[in-house]
């Protein structure tokens, strides 16, 4: 019956916002799609395949005949296969872009700004992603921002988003990113966009690591500890579980080097990895300066 309805991907499309991967791939048989529909579908499951790091599947999958979007997501997989495969698929995401015909594809934009965002860069992300059009552009977008420090252009992005569709499940998660990145009172507000979250859809790493962020910015670690092995429970490699554990624990006084082990096995080129790396190594020069 859901095809019937005005939007058959809706519960699909809300699946993978809030990080349930696994469901989003179990309901994805939607009836009585039309071609684009399909192809948006087939999208977010690759996508939600990417998430649960079945890279290579994707890859397999995915043949050369396959439309523009499906080629932007098999490059993603690409990309976060291998470091190696790295240049490959920046190199194929550049060909696309330059593509008039194909160019401006919403899904291409994204995946670009996808990659561009794990490179840390930027500006070249915002190039393909700041001309917005989808809701999930706008939610990069406001990613993209907070990462730059500019909270105030985020929340112009989020304007936006909340004159489309204030109650979008992506809306609320872009309003609650901007709260965690403003401090202060809007902490509160976050985790009550998480809590309500919690109460309406299965509970997710990423709903989970939301309250978590939030109930650590408040200094309640134990609430947070909680909530982050519950997180762990669900998928004992994301990193982002990992990552907040490693400071929860250090708040508590608790050891973290196991989690920092399991991240740096599972994501070694994760940002508190490469900190860490770099504290390492400045000890060491210190320690050969004293020596």
Not at 23 to 30: F, G, L, T
Request: hydrophobic letters at 40%; charged letters at 20%; glycine letters at 6%.
């Amino acid at each position: 019956m859901a095809a019937a309805g005005p939007d058959p991907l809706f519960g699909l499309r809300n699946n993978f916002y809030i990080g349930a991967y696994q469901a989003a791939i179990n309901n994805s048989d939607v009836p009585n799609l039309s071609q684009d529909d399909a192809v948006e579908r087939d999208t977010l499951v690759y996508r939600s395949y990417i998430a649960l790091g079945s890279y290579q599947l994707v890859i397999n999958e995915i043949d050369a005949s396959a439309p523009t979007p499906l080629q932007a997501v098999k490059l993603l997989a690409l990309y976060l296969a291998s470091p190696d495969n790295k240049e490959t698929a920046i190199s194929g995401l550049h060909e696309l872009l330059g593509d008039p015909a194909i160019g401006s594809n919403p899904i291409l934009r994204l995946i670009a700004g996808i990659v561009f965002t794990h490179e840390q860069d930027y500006n070249e992300a915002l190039k393909h992603t700041n001309a917005g059009g989808t809701m999930e552009l706008h939610a990069l977008n406001v990613q993209i921002l907070i990462k730059m420090h500019r909270s105030d252009y985020a929340e112009k992005q989020l304007r936006i988003m909340q004159q489309v569709e204030e109650d979008h499940t992506l809306t609320q998660l872009a309003n609650a990113w901007l709260n965690l990145a403003v401090g202060g009172s809007k902490i509160q507000e976050a985790y009550l966009i998480f809590q309500d979250f919690s109460e309406k859809y299965q509970m997710t790493s990423l709903i989970l690591n939301g309250k978590a962020v939030c109930c650590m910015h408040m200094g309640n670690f134990d609430e947070a500890e909680t909530l982050l092995l519950e997180a762990l429970n669900k998928d004992a490699k994301d990193p982002e579980t990992l990552a907040n554990l490693i400071v929860c624990s250090l708040h508590l006084g608790k050891p973290s080097a196991r989690y920092l082990n399991q991240l740096k096995l599972s994501h070694p080129d994760h940002t508190l990895v490469k900190r860490a790396a770099s504290a390492e190594e400045s000890f060491d020069r210190a320690v050969q300066t004293v020596a």
